[in-house]
């Protein structure tokens, strides 16, 4: 357990559907990140939020959408995905953002994203 | 940022002590070393973090050079649970969070 909740753990869509991954963390921290990790692959940064403010997007396509309504959570919306954005998702929080002193970076189990 | 090279993968046997070197030529001043482990399905787990000689928690000592342009994460006495990817990071506090391909420790029997 490393106070980073993901939900939900495991995820199956078709393409035409539309659903939200949901990040949750009560520790206090200012900065919250999401990465994909495909089978056998880096784990690839899409956004980061630094106190509710998006401070980067890697580029990412615009069927997915990040939302952070407050510093404890953060939402991934799906939306028309395609068959290879299936993968690992995951959640991250910091303290403080980048990879300064105290900067640890504690993630969540992350969910299992499969489209159909 | 600076660039990180640490090897592809490593093997060792349970009981072993694991070394792991990550290059960083061209680290700057502001710049920390940190360390995260990830096992297969999971998000990574920070292990250690620091900016000069050698740093030791209750997982793994970080050695650091003057230079500090290497790094040596060290596992004592590894076992089975220990197999897993090991990053190295390399930055300040305004770097991005990047991971790169990791190293890949095997622990045998």
């Known amino acids: 357990e490393t106070g980073v909740t993901q939900t939900p753990r495991h995820l199956v869509m078709g393409m035409t559907n539309k659903k939200s991954l949901k990040c949750e963390q009560h520790?206090?921290?200012?900065?919250m990140y999401w990465y994909k990790q495909s089978a056998k692959k880096p784990l690839e940064l899409m956004f980061v939020y630094s106190l509710e403010e998006r401070v980067e997007n890697n580029s990412v396509p615009s069927r997915f959408s990040p939302e952070c309504p407050n510093s404890s959570h953060l939402f991934l919306h799906l939306h028309t995905l395609q068959p290879e954005d299936s993968a690992l998702y995951l959640c991250?929080?910091?303290?403080?953002?980048?990879?300064?002193?105290?900067?640890?970076?504690?993630f969540g189990q992350g969910t299992r994203l499969t489209v159909v | 940022l600076a660039k990180t090279t640490q090897p592809i993968s490593m093997d060792s046997y349970e009981g072993q002590e694991v070394n792991i070197t990550c290059s960083h030529n061209n680290i700057a001043t502001n710049d920390y070393i940190t360390w995260y482990q990830q096992f297969p399905s999971q998000g990574p787990r920070f292990i250690i973090q620091?900016?000069?000689t050698k740093v030791t928690n209750e997982v793994a000592s970080l050695f650091i050079p003057a230079d500090r342009k290497s790094s040596t994460l060290s596992l004592p006495r590894v076992s089975l649970s220990d197999t897993a990817v090991y990053y190295c990071l390399v930055g300040d506090g305004y770097s991005t969070l990047t991971f790169g391909k990791g190293t890949m420790l095997l622990v045998s029997p």
């Open positions: 620091g900016y000069k």
């Open positions: 991250a929080s910091s303290q403080k953002r980048g990879q300064g002193a105290d900067t640890e970076a504690f």
């Open positions: 520790l206090g921290h200012n900065a």
